[in-house]
């Protein structure tokens, strides 16, 4: 059967392909160590699942308006209030997860034929995103910090730009945005006529005291802003699939029709029990919060040690990007390392620890490992690195 070319371009998912490989080499036995796909190993709080529980009790298991239930809705508006975002249940639309409303975002406001701006490094996700929706990704170059180079983004712009894809904190390098930054950022695309994509699904993993805002809070954002986010990570409910976005009424209303003739609403179990976290205490994600702190830490002390390793403190998130471009042309057992995605297979074929290449975030030069996994396994994962590099040559 003829497969159409936009479907044709799209590359599978690497973060969700390397966790599916080191889970099935896990059930057959092998003592892998996964610094793989980004999810929390913390169990869902109990209020939560509690939630789901009389969810099911109360017999709420039938459809749900297609753009989610009204009291979670309400839950959403009252969360981005305390980030200052003020916005009403009409402008909200509950996903199967962030993944998914960032897809409907995109799909929304994308052309066939659009530009949208892409910082490097990106979360693998995006680029596929845009071209599933006919637009072409353009890559925005960062300083060593991975910082958004805000002059080249400018050089970048043509008259086919439409979007910008922003992600703060980072997926994949931790790196968070300072207010100011985030403030150039909203100028540029204000005086361009920019609309953004404003990712801020880690805004809870934030290790830093700085105050660092959402875009659609500065000068003339709001309206050209769509504010995604989701239960997945502050909460550890990563498989509940609950995600949303917030949007100007018109987009908020394009995208719920679009959603009622794809996926229609959510599980009604899981925006129940998203409700009651979302109206709960954040009391045990700040208790994850403080161990990914823990983890960080641990982390890069130990790769700091390793020779040839370099990686950049992240402050946010629960990612570390080293950069292993030193091995590249060297040999392990006979077997050359020319790229990132040698370096990760070799790593899991000989010492059996899962990192994600680099090349899908646009960075070559480096690998992505995430820490949202047990401080023993840190310490096990990354010895063994050490032990895998240590025999290169
Ligand atoms: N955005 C980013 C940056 C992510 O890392 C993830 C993790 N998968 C998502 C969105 C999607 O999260 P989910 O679909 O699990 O809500
Ligand atoms: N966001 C996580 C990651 O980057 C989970 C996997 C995925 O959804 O791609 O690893």
Known sequence: MKITNRCKGVSPSVTLAISAKAKLLKSQGLDVISFGAGEP????????????????????????????TMELKKAIVNTLAKKGLEYKPENIVVSNGAKHSLHNAIASIVEEGDEVLLPIPYWVSYSEMIKISGGTPVYVPCDENFVINLDEMEKLITDKTTALILNNPSNPTGVVLSKDIIKRIAEICVKNDINVISDEIYDQLIYIDDEIPSIATMDGMKERTIVINGVSKTYSMTGWRIGYLAAPENVAKAIASMQSHTTSGPNSIAQYASCAALNGSLDEAIMMKKAFIERRDAAVAAIEKIDGLTCIVPDGAFYIMIKVSNFYGKSINGKKINNSLDFSSLLLEESLVALVPGDDFGTPEYVRISYACSMENILEGIKRIAEFTAKCN
């Not at 190993?41 to 989610?68: H, M, Q, R, V, W």
Request: charged content about 25%; glycine content about 8%.
């Open 41 to 68: 190993d913390f169990n869902t709080p109990k209020f939560i699942c509690d939630a789901a529980k009389e969810a099911l009790d109360l017999g709420i298991t039938k459809y749900t308006p297609a753009s989610g």
